[in-house]
């Protein structure tokens, strides 16, 4: 029993625990939530500190893990950090699923029977309607990457992330995913918030605390109340959802998140926006 | 313009929103909101070191005063100006504070203490103890020197980051 086993219990705050490994990104979409890009300044997690995090983590009364970015798999050495990871607790790495090469599909392969699943993002079944958000090829590179990735033993899952999709659509988009390997719980569907580089672009939904699940997100610049918190605007970081600046021990910004949980009396976490 | 980004309303990390309920919080909070969780022990430490206790309120404003005056903190020192205007203290009374005057001879022998020491607790803190000894209690003797120290520290702060006033 830690002090977050009742407050996950009861919803209050979640029991995943996202990491931001890095910001930096080979694709630019046009939604992206921290403007990440192929050269933006390098902010990262040391992949050395991944697993640590996770081990302290799970003492602290965490459940699960979740990696985001950024492009996590531009991380130079994260499958063995997400092995590691998934020792300790169940883990799911979220990526644009472009960067699969053989190489890495082999780095991956021990993680096979693990608790641990890939996210791949997937806006539509229409590759030019996809790749307008996404960027050039990117349809082709993530329908091969995630058969690839099903057939090593892999849990995928995919997400779709929209503004508004038609239900023709939506249907187009479930018949290629069971296509490729991915069954209907493995794929979630999200809105876009109005964040980052969607608020140049006038897309998504305003999101603020009480919209947001407190989900704790460790990154290079502190801890922020959930995922959607660590947001970049005009190459600036957005404060208003940082909890500390401390993320060492991770007990510290837990019982900060618990405080501000408990005084602005957060709502269950299963009513919220949730990116998976 | 200050040395680091003051944070407005809009950008204030979660646990400073409380400190800009009632409007501006001024640049120290401001500064300090950039680091959510030292803004959150540093300022109620302050404010009780500032605040309502056991040493009259006129007592401690020499000291805030005097002592930002002696570290030449301009913003400290701006910024005290007014409150001790507000307060009641007398032309005469705030050139003293600010070095620009000796003590006004109505002042009596602890608030001159109070002046000596407060020029002191910078370059001299352990002499500057002993010329409250003989006006104050231990208790009032630990207080001033805390409400010393902490003005000294904001000295620093407003200095170092070159806080506007």
């Known amino acids: ?276 | 313009m200050a040395k680091v980004g003051l944070v407005s309303r809009e950008r204030a990390p979660l646990l400073a929103r409380p400190y800009y309920e009632a409007g501006d919080p001024g640049p120290i909070a401001a500064a300090l909101a950039n680091v959510p969780e030292l803004m959150e022990t540093a300022l109620p430490f302050i404010g009780t070191v500032y605040g309502p206790t056991g040493v009259a309120a006129r007592l401690k404003e020499i000291v805030v005063l005097a002592v930002s005056a002696g570290n030449r903190c301009r913003y400290c020192t701006e910024t005290h100006t007014e409150v001790a205007r507000c307060m009641g203290f007398a032309p005469d009374e705030l050139a003293a504070m600010r070095g620009e005057a000796p003590a006004p001879e109505r002042w009596d022998p602890s608030e001159r203490a109070l002046l000596l020491f407060s020029e002191a607790i910078s370059d001299r803190p352990a002499q500057s103890v002993e010329l409250l000894q003989p006006h104050f209690s231990e208790a009032e003797i630990v207080e001033l020197v805390t409400v010393g120290a902490v003005t000294v520290m904001l000295n620093r702060f407003a200095t170092a980051l070159e806080l506007p006033w």
């Open chain 1, 1 to 276: 029993m830690t002090v977050l086993t009742q407050p996950i219990t009861d919803g209050l705050v979640g029991g995943r625990l996202w990491l931001y490994s890095n910001y930096h990104c080979n694709l630019t979409c046009t939604y992206c939530l921290t403007e990440s890009a192929p050269k933006v300044a390098r902010r990262e997690l040391p992949v050395e500190r991944l697993p640590e995090i996770a081990a302290e983590a799970r003492a602290t009364g965490f459940t699960a893990l979740g990696v985001t970015g950024g492009e996590p798999f531009l991380v130079s050495g994260l499958p063995g950090a997400l092995a590691a990871m998934a020792a300790e607790l169940p883990t799911l790495v979220l990526t644009n699923g472009t960067l699969f090469t053989r190489r890495l599909l082999s780095d991956l392969a021990p993680l096979a029977g693990l608790e641990f699943a890939v996210q791949v993002s997937l806006d539509s079944a229409d590759p030019a309607v996809n790749d307008e958000m996404r960027g050039p090829r990117n349809f082709a590179k993530v329908v091969q990457a995630i058969p690839r990735l099903c057939a090593l033993g892999i849990r995928v899952r995919v997400a779709t992330t929209t503004d508004q999709l038609a239900p023709e659509a939506l249907a187009r988009l479930c018949d290629l995913h069971r296509s490729l390997g991915v069954p209907d719980e493995d794929h979630v569907v999200r809105p876009i918030v109005r964040r980052g580089r969607a608020i140049d672009h006038r897309l998504g939904v305003d999101a603020g605390l009480a919209d947001l699940p407190a989900e704790l997100t460790i990154t290079a610049d502190g801890a922020f109340w959930s995922p959607f918190g660590p947001t970049v605007h005009g190459g600036r970081l957005d404060t208003d959802l940082l909890i500390t600046r401390t993320t060492r021990p991770l007990s510290i910004p837990a019982r900060a998140m618990l405080r501000i949980a408990g005084a602005a009396g957060a709502r269950p976490t299963s009513d919220q926006l949730k990116i998976y």
